[in-house]
């Protein structure tokens, strides 16, 4: 059997975890908070960085921060999950969908600047896969109209954007806000958790005060104050100690997983594209702009019912191979609300869009036997 995941462990999770707890600090916010937020920061270049129980929670903090009201409208592409929508849909915000481009399921950029008007708060860019949205153009939008870029980076740790001058950022330190998720189908995890990175530094002492249930804690335990209280709203978004220790662990050997992730792409790309072109299906672009990192292998085949049969075709060798998202404008709680524009591409990508298993564990004899599978589906 060939899951579709398979959560890694480097062997140290339980180790840190166990030092965790016998340190007796078991709430947030201690030593492997401290150390994997420190991380975070050192390398990537995120002005602050907060761990949360979820990227979903790290979006509803950004949602907080951006000040969104009731009637606001806030822009993101349809093809993504509904964390990125629900968290600002919580705070009243009204969405505008936009669509994928045709050869990448993040959002068509030269789609944003007609959807904005005087409600608009936010753009939300999501990097499908840990490829980059076109940052640049998106960042000369927002500024251009007063905008906040709230990043879904989920899937983008360890991936990049190059600017036109040449000068290259980490995906999450771009926008005003980022998100990040170490659920344990990405690729650096903690079970469920996620990290809020604040690159603006007006948002910073509120988002430490919305991390701590909407009071000054934080600032109270580095002795700033001489008493903590109820100062804003906020709610319990600190994962505690043990998780953090777990991801850590991982941290510590980012680069062994990475590798071999980027590994099992490369062989995956290598040996699917003459029958790609040959069938008429799409493989993933990487655009000159951004980086890999190999977060997840996908394939668009040229309809559903092609992808169906490479489905069945894998399942009957016990492989697990998932489509993935159904656009957010056509879903039951949305689709009343939309604004009745079709999105194509979101729709292709709903339709016809399959990710096939990628993990440190998986063998090269696996990815060929994957591979022989799928390229023996004629037509
Ligand atoms: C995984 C994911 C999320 C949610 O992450 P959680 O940590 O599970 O809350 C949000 N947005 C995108 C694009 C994701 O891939």
């Known amino acids: 059997?060939?899951?579709?995941?398979?959560?890694?462990?480097?062997?140290?999770?339980?180790?840190?975890?166990?030092?965790?707890?016998?340190?007796?600090?078991?709430?947030?916010?201690?030593?492997?908070?401290?150390?994997?937020?420190?991380?975070?920061?050192?390398?990537?270049?995120?002005?602050?960085?907060?761990?949360?129980?979820?990227?979903?929670?790290?979006?509803?903090?950004?949602?907080?921060?951006?000040?969104?009201?009731?009637?606001?409208?806030?822009?993101?592409?349809?093809?993504?999950?509904?964390?990125?929508?629900?968290?600002?849909?919580?705070?009243?915000?009204?969405?505008?969908?936009?669509?994928?481009?045709?050869?990448?399921?993040?959002?068509?950029?030269?789609?944003?600047?007609?959807?904005?008007?005087?409600?608009?708060?936010?753009?939300?860019?999501?990097?499908?896969?840990?490829?980059?949205?076109?940052?640049?153009?998106?960042?000369?939008?927002?500024?251009?109209?007063?905008?906040?870029?709230?990043?879904?980076?989920?899937?983008?740790?360890?991936?990049?954007y190059t600017f036109s001058d040449g000068s290259r950022k980490a995906l999450g330190s771009i926008g005003h806000l980022a998100a990040f998720s170490f659920h344990e189908t990405k690729n650096i995890i903690s079970g469920e958790g996620g990290l809020l990175a604040v690159n603006d530094e007006r948002f910073i002492k509120r988002s430490e005060i919305i991390w701590e249930k909407g009071t000054n804690r934080s600032a109270f335990f580095r002795g700033e104050v001489d008493k903590y209280g109820w100062?804003?709203?906020?709610?319990?978004?600190?994962?505690?100690?043990?998780?953090?220790?777990?991801?850590?662990?991982?941290?510590?050997?980012?680069?062994?997983?990475?590798?071999?992730?980027?590994?099992?792409?490369?062989m995956y790309y290598d040996g699917l594209k003459n029958w790609a072109e040959q069938y008429c299906v799409q493989l993933p672009n990487i655009p000159s702009f951004a980086t890999n990192n190999a977060h997840m292998f996908y394939i668009v085949c040229k309809s559903m019912e092609q992808r169906s049969e490479i489905i069945q075709q894998l399942k009957d060798h016990d492989i697990h191979a998932v489509f993935h998202y159904l656009s957010l404008h056509k879903s039951p709680y949305y689709q009343k609300k939309h604004d009745g524009r079709d999105l194509l591409q979101s729709d292709r990508f709903s339709n016809n869009l399959l990710r096939l298993p990628l993990y440190y564990e998986l063998t090269p004899q696996q990815i060929s036997e994957i591979i022989k599978i799928i390229t023996d589906v004629k037509g």
């Open 1 to 160: 059997m060939i899951p579709f995941n398979k959560p890694y462990l480097t062997g140290k999770e339980a180790h840190y975890m166990y030092d965790a707890v016998h340190t007796g600090k078991l709430s947030g916010n201690g030593k492997y908070t401290k150390l994997c937020q420190q991380f975070f920061e050192d390398e990537y270049g995120f002005k602050k960085c907060l761990l949360t129980t979820s990227c979903t929670d790290a979006l509803e903090m950004a949602a907080i921060l951006a000040n969104i009201e009731p009637g606001d409208e806030v822009i993101m592409p349809s093809y993504t999950f509904v964390s990125t929508s629900n968290a600002f849909v919580l705070r009243g915000a009204v969405i505008r969908f936009i669509d994928s481009k045709s050869d990448q399921p993040g959002l068509d950029e030269d789609a944003i600047e007609a959807l904005i008007n005087k409600n608009t708060k936010a753009i939300v860019p999501v990097h499908y896969a840990g490829v980059a949205c076109d940052m640049e153009k998106i960042m000369n939008i927002a500024s251009k109209h007063n905008l906040l870029v709230v990043e879904d980076a989920a899937q983008a740790i360890d991936s990049y």
């Open 231 to 266: 100062v804003d709203i906020g709610s319990s978004f600190l994962p505690s100690e043990t998780i953090a220790a777990f991801l850590w662990a991982q941290l510590e050997n980012l680069e062994d997983i990475q590798d071999r992730r980027k590994q099992h792409w490369q």
